[in-house]
């Protein structure tokens, strides 16, 4: 008789699972800049609490604010937003230094384009600068390689004032178009296999 009770248990919770996933229906809510995500996670939606944390410790504390057929928004619990984009296939980590995300004039956001594994392969930030430039990320044999693009339009690029489908054509040009070179400086190799957006988060 419990044998019964427990496979009845496993099938009833893997449908319930099942059906939450069918059940994952489209908000309705558009991101038309990145500020947009404060809507999506007002509206307390989620269809999908998982979270893949690739064996980081630094990403444990991830937790997911907004999930539906379209985005998904993860918050690092201290500086970092990540949105998936489901229908597009991109992810991006948005790394404010306001830890109430506030847009300030004098500190815009840095946006990262992560990989699958939600490494940073491109972003828009600062490292010591007064301008915020375009960057990509190599790693080859444990090393972080970083590339600053040296085209006009890809400096001082103002991340808050873009709106979505500019980001999305910015990306494009990161990866198409921009040149690149070696930026002086270089990292811990610690980096290699943890994502950079992370930096200063102990």
């Given amino acids: 008789m419990k044998k019964v009770i427990v496979f009845s248990l496993i099938i009833f919770f893997g449908c ?20 947009d995500l404060d809507k999506l996670i007002r509206s307390k939606y989620i269809c999908d609490y998982s979270f893949n944390t690739f064996g980081k ?4 504390k991830c937790k997911v604010l907004f999930s539906d057929v379209n985005y998904k928004i993860i918050y690092d619990q201290r500086k970092t937003r990540l949105l998936i984009d489901e229908k597009l296939n991109l992810k ?14 004098k500190v815009p956001n840095s946006l990262y384009i992560l990989d699958d594994k939600l490494m940073p392969i ?5 490292f010591g ?15 972080l390689i970083i590339e600053i693009a040296i085209d ?16 999305i054509s910015l990306v494009s040009k ?3 178009k921009f040149t690149y070179q070696i930026n002086k400086g270089d990292f811990d190799e610690y980096f ?3 994502p950079l957006w992370t930096e200063g988060y102990r």
């Fill in 174 to 176: 990161m990866k198409n």
């Fill in 57 to 60: 410790d630094r990403l444990d």
């Fill in 92 to 105: 991006f980590a948005i790394v404010s230094i306001s830890p109430d995300f506030k847009i300030t004039e």
């Fill in 192 to 194: 290699y296999d943890v």
């Fill in 122 to 126: 491109y972003s828009i930030t600062k």
């Fill in 129 to 143: 600068k007064d301008k915020f430039h375009t960057y990509r990320y190599k790693y080859n044999e444990g090393n």
């Fill in 152 to 167: 006009k339009e890809s400096k001082n690029i103002n991340v808050d004032k873009l709106t979505y489908k500019e980001i």
């Fill in 16 to 35: 319930t699972n099942k059906q939450k996933e069918l059940d994952c229906n489209d908000q309705g809510i558009k991101i038309e800049y990145l500020t």
